[in-house]
């Protein structure tokens, strides 16, 4: 776990009640939440504060956005998680983590073929299919 106030602080940002209370929601997240489900958790941070943080805890590299295809951004917290991805049941909407995307030769295949491009920061993957419940229906 990581220590809230630290990880704020270390990012520039004011310790704030509603700041903690968004973290603390997303730390205990199993799975990727929309700004909705985030302002649940939070019992009472209004929703414009909860998108403004969610957005400015993106832009300090606290929080990625992810995109699961569902026509709002879903997120979740970077510090403390390995590189994983998402398998997504495209039927019931489970959501499922994996590790281990190997996606540097992917990367090297992309620069070797790029003409514009130097150098690869981040990859980001998502992988659409049915449950093992939904496959059988
Ligand atoms: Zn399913
Ligand atoms: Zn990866």
């Given at each position: 776990?990581?220590?809230?106030?630290?990880?704020?602080?270390?990012?520039?940002?004011?310790?704030?009640?509603?700041?903690?209370?968004?973290?603390?929601?997303?730390?205990?997240?199993?799975?990727?939440?929309?700004?909705?489900?985030?302002?649940?958790?939070?019992?009472?941070?209004d929703?414009v504060?909860?998108?403004?943080?969610?957005?400015?805890?993106?832009?300090?590299?606290?929080?990625?956005?992810?995109?699961?295809?569902?026509?709002?951004?879903?997120?979740?917290?970077?510090e403390?998680?390995?590189?994983?991805?998402?398998?997504?049941?495209?039927?019931?909407k489970?959501?499922?983590?994996?590790t281990?995307?190997?996606?540097?030769?992917?990367?090297?295949?992309?620069?070797?073929?790029?003409?514009?491009?130097?150098?690869?920061?981040?990859?980001s993957?998502?992988?659409?299919?049915?449950?093992?419940?939904?496959?059988?229906?």
């Open positions: 776990m990581i220590v809230i106030a630290d990880a704020l602080k270390k990012r520039g940002f004011r310790v704030t009640a509603p700041r903690v209370s968004i973290f603390n929601v997303l730390q205990k997240a199993s799975y990727p939440m929309s700004v909705q489900e985030v302002k649940m958790g939070t019992k009472g941070v929703t504060t909860v998108y403004r943080t969610l957005e400015a805890f993106k832009q300090a590299g606290l929080v990625v956005q992810v995109d699961l295809q569902r026509g709002h951004a879903l997120y979740e917290l970077k403390g998680k390995s590189d994983h991805h998402h398998i997504v049941c495209m039927s019931c489970k959501i499922e983590d994996f281990g995307c190997d996606y540097q030769p992917i990367a090297q295949q992309a620069l070797k073929k790029s003409k514009g491009f130097a150098k690869i920061i981040s990859h993957l998502e992988l659409f299919g049915l449950c093992a419940l939904c496959a059988t229906k």
